[in-house]
């Protein structure tokens, strides 16, 4: 079973991945855990990433592509996988279909998360991080015993730039950008499935299964 988690920011589509991973016993595979992994391990893909991040560059697609076919290839993966932050072009999703239809391969489930970008706006401004031990809260769905103080290690709690209303806003215009038309592309594929992404986490759980089957 192969899925791809689509959208916006902050619409907790990583969330459901985790869980779809854990519960149907396949990889939760983000780009970000694969470049680290890649960088880390010294291979020769994550040689070539790391020179591009160093320059604060964007890695090309065609590398990010090579890297996730590469990872979806290991032995892990035999079942399916979750694929968490890519494609996040039109391009990239071509060239990833181009990449597994070589090995066989396609994608079985594109799943969107939907949430209206107000309600991310005020999702993600609720959020708080400790600044000693990193600790996360929600001033609404997780909030700390006492405000501003972080359970943990009685650290000071922050908003962070990445969640201010307005940096928000900028990441959800490139979405909508960027990422968005992925919605079209998947459903002229006959593979795209949307879920509520406003209602509690355990309820747009039981929506995906349903969609992925017990």
């Known amino acids: 079973m192969k899925i791809i988690m689509l959208g916006a920011p902050g619409a907790g589509k990583g969330t459901q991945a ?30 070539k990433a790391k020179t591009y991040m160093d320059q604060g560059l964007l890695v090309p697609d065609e590398l990010v592509v090579d890297l996730v076919v590469d ?17 996040r072009t039109i391009p990239q999703a071509e060239a990833l279909d181009r990449e597994l239809a070589k090995l066989e391969q396609k994608v079985d ?10 309600n991310i706006i005020k999702r993600m401004s609720g959020r708080r991080a400790c600044v000693d031990c990193g600790a996360t809260y929600h001033m609404v769905y997780a909030a700390p015993e006492k405000e501003g103080i972080c359970d943990k ?3 000071n709690l922050i908003l962070r730039d990445d969640d201010k209303p307005e940096t928000v806003e900028k990441r959800l215009h490139v ?11 998947y459903t002229q594929a006959g593979i795209l ?7 509690d986490i355990d309820v747009v759980f039981d929506a995906i299964v349903k969609i992925l089957g017990e």
């Open 153 to 155: 290690c009685s650290g």
């Open 18 to 47: 985790k869980k779809i991973a854990a519960k149907y016993n396949i990889p939760h595979i983000s780009t970000g855990d694969i470049f680290r992994a890649n960088i880390k391990n010294g291979t020769e893909l994550g040689k």
């Open 175 to 185: 979405y909508h950008e960027q990422t968005q038309p992925l919605i079209e592309y």
């Open 109 to 118: 489930f594109a799943i969107n998360v939907e949430v209206p970008d107000e």
């Open 71 to 87: 990872r979806v290839n290991q032995a892990d993966c035999e079942n399916g996988y979750v694929l968490d932050g890519f494609p």
């Open 193 to 199: 499935k949307e879920v509520d992404g406003t209602v």
